[in-house]
């Protein structure tokens, strides 16, 4: 079927390919991974300096990381996407409702203070950061770089705790995907809080 976001969708990529069309015409898939990489480096570095009290991981916030990293390379950083999207079997938040989803995702956050020194034990921030992680694993709301720049964020918020960044080093690539299906197919954290917990030190 032709529908509006088929073609939508066919407009972020180069045609036949899964590399998206960039600022710098860059046609080489490991090219602009490299790339990708130096700008994530390079924006932990920032926004880790620019943490203060007065920081809060708000909507805007989250849209800034993604815009202000990637904003040299991407027309769409710091968008949300327009189309629906899936990975394998798992279908992310419909196009139609990330702005909606978002705000509540976001809200809830706010009630607890965006997670900003939080006093009770790391078990508890565990599972809080593991809930929150889901939802936007769940919403999947950039047309590319979500999983890194939801890792940024909760990093952030993690450093804010006075932890280190989360270590993801000792788990596969494998674990990491079969916990974000069971966020988006069972809306179910449990395998993530267990990655967050040993992550954080
Ligand atoms: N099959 C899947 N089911 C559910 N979530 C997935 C699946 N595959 C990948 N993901 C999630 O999507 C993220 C990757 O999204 P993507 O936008 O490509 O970001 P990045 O380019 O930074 O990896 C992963 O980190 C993971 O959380
Ligand atoms: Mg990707």
């Avoid at 596969?172 to 995907?177: F, G």
């Avoid at 809080?193 to 954080?200: K, P, R, S, V, Y």
Wanted: net charge negative; proline share 2%.
């Amino acid at each position: 079927m032709v529908s509006k976001y088929h073609l939508r969708s066919n407009s972020i990529y180069i045609k036949d390919t899964d590399i998206p069309h960039n600022k710098l015409g860059i046609i080489s898939a490991e090219e602009l991974h490299e790339l990708e990489g130096e700008l994530l480096e390079e924006a932990y570095q920032v926004f880790y300096q620019e943490l203060d009290e007065h920081t809060l991981f708000n909507e805007d916030y989250f849209k800034a990381l993604h815009q202000r990293t990637f904003e040299g390379l991407y027309e769409w950083a710091g968008e949300y996407r327009q189309f629906n999207m899936s990975k394998g079997t798992s279908r992310f938040c419909q196009g139609a409702y990330i702005a909606t989803n978002s705000a509540k995702i976001f809200n809830k956050l706010a009630k607890i203070n965006y997670l900003k020194e939080f006093t009770k034990p790391k078990e508890e921030l565990a599972k809080q950061l593991a809930y929150f992680k889901c939802e936007l694993i769940a919403l999947h709301p950039f047309y590319e770089l979500n999983g890194r720049i939801t890792r940024l964020f909760f990093d952030m918020i993690a450093i804010s705790n006075g932890y280190s960044y989360i270590d993801y080093s000792n788990i596969s690539p494998e674990t990491y995907i079969n916990a974000s299906i069971e966020c988006v197919q069972f809306a179910n954290s449990d395998s993530m809080e267990l990655i967050i917990t040993n992550g954080l030190k």
